[in-house]
């Protein structure tokens, strides 16, 4: 079991220095970096106070700086919003910065806010994502760059640096819609699986994914496919509940719930079968519980829906440190 922490930057009801919070997540990284964790994912926000990280290439270079083994993911680069030629050499140079240790996540994105101020019309941000994840790899591959799409065209452009993994970093898409697992899995790309998706539908999803790169003619094989969790852990059950529920009342107003939809171009419709959306994430979504607890139901999602590589998303300081010094040591 390989286990990352997904790494927010939330700034809840602006309390205290926002500089704060980068500070207690650089000190969780270092933390990250002693306790035998895979990686840590940095995750792309703008806008908001959900998670104040507009920039995960920037953010990934200051935490290689302070670590000497964590791999450094990126979950992910909102890849529809960046000049691809740029996107590329930005990894790049984080990949070389870091000593060769960049996992590279990129999605597409969902925000109507951040489409409008980055000029991007949303209904060409599938488009723009999919050309630039095939610029980007072919800027690390190819000594020499020529494309022409749609919304992108250049030749001959040499991109340097190139990544110090060759050919390229290990590369993710985001998939949370059917629509684009199929696509990722047609193209033998590998998957990050949604934090916010039910732990039925992680399974569910997991088994199309597996389908579709059978149909595709690729291969399960030594492949990791994290899936992301939120997390909330603490002494007792009904603390740990407690958590679980503060958590996701926080996720629902700030980004997540349903008073929200009309902010979102990338519809993946939750209908929290006809419950309290709070009660649907403590129940349905959210790992929760004592660390015993919770190292128990790891194992089972293992056998249940072969979970391989857990990918954390905290929901308390208390559940991080819970999480590095009691249930990491024992996945």
Aim: proline residues 5%; hydrophobic residues 45%; glycine residues 8%.
């Amino acid at each position: 079991m390989k286990l990352g922490v997904l790494q927010f930057f939330s700034w809840p009801g602006r309390h205290g220095p926002l500089e704060d919070v980068y500070a207690r997540a650089l000190e969780r990284i270092e933390i990250m970096d002693r306790g035998g964790f895979d990686a840590v994912w940095l995750a792309e926000h703008h806008f908001t106070t959900f998670s104040v990280c507009p920039s995960v290439h920037m953010l990934g270079v200051l935490a290689a700086a302070r670590t000497t083994r964590l791999r450094i993911g990126t979950a992910v680069s909102l890849a529809a919003l960046y000049h691809p030629l740029r996107l590329a050499e930005e990894v790049a140079l984080l990949d070389v910065l870091s000593g060769g240790r960049v996992n590279w996540g990129a999605g597409r994105g969902f925000a109507h806010s951040e489409f409008a101020a980055f000029g991007v019309p949303p209904e060409e941000s599938g488009e723009r994502f999919r050309e630039a994840v095939e610029i980007v790899l072919a800027a690390w591959r190819d000594d020499r760059l020529t494309y022409h799409g749609r919304h992108f065209s250049f030749d001959e452009v040499e991109v340097l640096p190139k990544p110090l993994q060759r050919p390229h970093p290990p590369v993710w898409m985001a998939a949370t819609s059917e629509e684009a697992i199929a696509w990722a899995a047609g193209r033998g790309f590998s998957i990050l699986m949604d934090p916010h998706a039910s732990i039925e539908e992680l399974g569910r999803k997991r088994r199309l994914y597996a389908d579709k790169l059978t149909e595709a003619g690729f291969s399960e094989k030594d492949r990791d496919i994290p899936m992301a969790r939120l997390l909330a852990l603490a002494a007792t059950e009904a603390e740990a509940a407690a958590i679980a529920r503060r958590g996701a009342q926080w996720l629902l107003d700030a980004y997540a719930g349903p008073q929200h939809t009309h902010r979102k171009s990338m519809q993946v419709r939750r209908n929290y079968d006809g419950r309290d959306p709070v009660d649907y994430y403590v129940d349905n979504v959210i790992l929760h519980g004592t660390p015993e607890a919770v190292v128990d139901k790891v194992a089972r999602l293992k056998e249940e829906i072969g979970l391989t590589y857990l990918i954390c998303a905290p929901l308390s300081r208390e559940s991080f440190r819970l999480l590095a010094d009691q249930v990491a040591p024992r996945l």
